[in-house]
């Protein structure tokens, strides 16, 4: 009883004081973090979709974190009832591209880095993770760079079949790669990473498209042009 009695009196009183100070400095620090780790990612990402938009949640996420676990960490009752907490809120998000997914684990560690007061191990990471990053965007094939997004929509009732669309494509361009694909009972949408050679293949491609289904939608994106 006496052992029991003293394992409550120490979960309710085991809270330490947060230095103002110091977590100040770590937000001011993570919400810099962040934002840089944005800029990075509208410029040196690969994501189809709208990368300047989904780059502004990545202040609020780490510095939420950040947050979190700066008060969890000052108390173990608080960090107990985290945990069953996280047995009730679920997480949900329509993440699509797994490069989407590794960027939001990277905000999220950041927030956990300086919510445990680990400032420079935590700037050290960052860096190196974005130096990585930059190294690997830069040594790409320059010829990568001249790659187009391709989106192919087709409606009923002449939906375009997955695979004549990939054989028309297959004639004129120089290299494919299919990104994502949405089929309905009413519309198909596939999307694609498509190479030319020059104009004219990207001509021929889109002729070639057309004579599947005159009611063919066909964007063609430039790849600098997803993050506007």
């Known amino acids: 009883m006496g052992t029991t009695k003293t394992l409550q009196d120490f979960i309710t009183t085991q809270s330490v004081q947060v230095p103002v100070l110091s977590f100040v400095i770590n937000l001011i620090v993570a919400a810099g973090l962040a934002f840089i780790l944005s800029i990075i990612y509208t410029k040196f990402g690969s994501s189809i979709s709208n990368r300047k938009l989904f780059a502004r949640n990545f202040m609020m996420i780490t510095m939420t974190t950040m947050l979190v676990i700066s008060i969890v960490k000052a108390s173990l009752a608080l960090s107990l009832g985290l945990v069953?907490?996280?047995?009730?809120?679920?997480?949900?998000?329509?993440?699509?591209?797994?490069?989407?997914?590794?960027?939001?684990?990277?905000?999220?560690a950041i927030g956990l880095g300086l919510g445990a007061d680990q400032t420079i191990i935590t700037m050290v990471a960052f860096a190196v993770i974005t130096g990585i990053i930059w190294i690997k965007h830069t040594s790409r094939k320059t010829e990568?760079?001249?790659?187009?997004?391709?989106?192919?929509?087709?409606?009923?009732?002449?939906?375009?079949?997955l695979s004549e669309i990939v054989e028309a494509l297959k004639k004129h361009c120089s290299n494919v790669s299919l990104k994502r694909f949405d089929e309905t009972k009413e519309v198909l949408e596939a999307s694609f990473v498509v190479g030319f050679d020059d104009f004219q293949q990207l001509n021929q491609s889109k002729a070639g498209l057309q004579n599947l289904n005159e009611s063919i939608k066909i964007t063609f994106l430039d790849n600098n042009g997803v993050s506007a």
Do not use: D, M, Q, W
């Not at 809120?89 to 989407?100: H, L, N, S």
């Not at 001249?146 to 079949?161: A, R």
């Open 84 to 108: 069953g907490a996280l047995s009730i809120v679920r997480f949900r998000a329509a993440i699509k591209e797994p490069e989407e997914l590794a960027y939001l684990f990277l905000s999220i």
């Open 144 to 161: 990568e760079n001249h790659n187009l997004y391709l989106t192919v929509t087709s409606h009923n009732p002449h939906k375009t079949e």
